[in-house]
């Protein structure tokens, strides 16, 4: 009897716009993996009840995306450090052991970062702006690269040290009026790009020797042509969504594939 395809999706609500199923194709015909990946709009009440359904029909694993990646964090019997400490979980691994959740969020931005964009981190001072589940997700990724400075920026200012309480040694926290000192880099990891917004930043942070990065993709945010304004060399998350993808990839096939050719091919 032949093998049977092995199954993954990304769960999501809403789910349709998800470049998932495009980039994981990619991938399994780069590494001839036997694998289908599909995108399923999961019920705002129903998260779980989809993922059971999921592993019922075969499924091997799954990436999480908004609004879910809190209840997969719940949902995982095991956690690997790195999504413990991101207290969210994008990826799920389904085995006889039950459920391992991870968070490739923060590898895949200091991927996309350190190696596609030729920005080394060491000795970095580096603004993280917002204080959400996005944010969380890369401090400690961030933080192995051994910045000279991570600030936390935030409108409330109390969310902004909890979180810096979190993680301790070098992560420092302010509002975004206390922020107004050149950085090399500044990380938009709030939500007002997704409202067309700016978050209030004091264009000081920016310098010609600064990269402004907004972890949307797909599109020129306030955030990135404010950074231009003020001479900051700018980049969207794209990069990123595919190294992390990468990295789940690598988690669940054992084989890591080659995300250059999928970003140009997303960026044409």
């Not at 902004?160 to 938009?188: K, R, S, Y």
Request: hydrophobic share 45%; charged share 15%; glycine share 10%.
């Amino acid at each position: 009897m032949a093998a049977m395809t092995d199954r993954y999706a990304v769960f999501g609500h809403p789910i349709a716009h998800s470049k998932s199923p495009h980039i994981h194709a990619a991938f399994a015909r780069q590494t001839g993996q036997d694998m289908t990946y599909e995108a399923i709009l999961a019920p705002l009440d129903g998260f779980a009840a989809s993922v059971a359904q999921f592993i019922v029909v075969g499924g091997r694993g799954a990436n999480i995306t908004v609004p879910f990646k809190e209840q997969a964090f719940a949902l995982a019997n095991r956690l690997s450090p790195r999504a413990q400490r991101a207290g969210a979980v994008n990826t799920l691994l389904f085995d006889a052991d039950g459920i391992l959740g991870d968070n490739t969020d923060g590898a895949g931005l200091v991927a996309d970062l350190t190696r596609n964009l030729n920005c080394p981190l060491a000795g970095k001072r580096i603004l993280l702006v917002g204080a959400g589940g996005a944010a969380r997700g890369v401090i400690e990724p961030l933080l192995d690269q051994k910045p000279s400075a991570l600030v936390i920026a935030n409108r409330t200012v109390s969310r902004a040290q909890e979180l810096a309480g979190l993680f301790g040694h070098g992560v420092t926290a302010c509002g975004f009026d206390a922020a107004d000192t050149p950085f090399d880099l500044v990380i938009n990891a709030t939500a007002a790009s997704l409202a067309g917004e700016l978050p209030p930043l004091s264009p000081r942070v920016f310098t010609a020797d600064t990269l402004a990065y907004d972890m949307m993709y797909g599109r020129d945010t306030p955030f990135l042509s404010f950074a231009r304004t003020h001479g900051a060399a700018t980049a969207d998350g794209l990069g990123m969504l595919v190294e992390q993808a990468a990295e789940a990839f690598y988690l669940w096939r054992g084989v890591r594939p080659d995300t250059a050719p999928v970003i140009a091919a997303l960026r044409a």
